[in-house]
């Protein structure tokens, strides 16, 4: 399944390559690989709306995800429990979309002291596991311990031979 990267924005460049390449490794820790996303990049305004519509906070956030109907209904391990009828094959495999604030992501990126891009990875994954259920509202800590450990494996330190397939416990 594929990634597909959305840029909606003029602020900032962003390495689609990259944002793909970070999604595809993220999805394949936490035992999702094969599973396709969107990643969109807007401006303040335009998440502020989404944010306003879907959440009812009439403020920009930095990131925001939306699960697919498919993804929602389906099992932990991904196996569709829905109807195969009622919809196209290849939206069983799409988890939905990560949208990114960029004049968000570029403000925590300077408060933090590290780059814009270290930012949106940090972005990414976070939005990630929220498309495949975590919710560190509800969860007592269990999304928290793994975006530690996602960014210790995926940004912290370079792959060493062979562990670069690992899944992640949940």
Known sequence: MAI?????????AIDRRQ????????LAAIGRAGF?????FV??????????????????????SFPSESAEETDPIGASIID???????????????VISSDTALRQAEEAG??????????????????????????RGEMN??????RRKLLDRAPRGGRGSETLPD
């Open 36 to 40: 396709g996303l969107t990643v969109a």
């Open 114 to 139: 590290h780059s814009f891009e270290r930012e949106v990875a940090e972005l990414l994954i976070h939005g990630i596991l929220h498309l495949c259920g975590y919710d560190h509202e509800a969860d």
């Open 84 to 98: 195969p009828v009622t919809i196209q094959p290849e939206m069983i495999d799409h988890l939905g979309d990560v």
């Open 4 to 12: 597909e990267v959305i840029n909606r924005q003029r602020l900032v």
């Open 43 to 64: 401006r303040d305004r335009s998440i502020r709306k989404l944010n306003l519509q879907y959440r009812g906070k009439d403020a920009p956030t930095d990131v925001l």
């Open 145 to 150: 311990r793994l975006e530690v450990k996602l």
């Open 19 to 26: 944002v793909s390449a970070l999604a595809h490794a993220a």
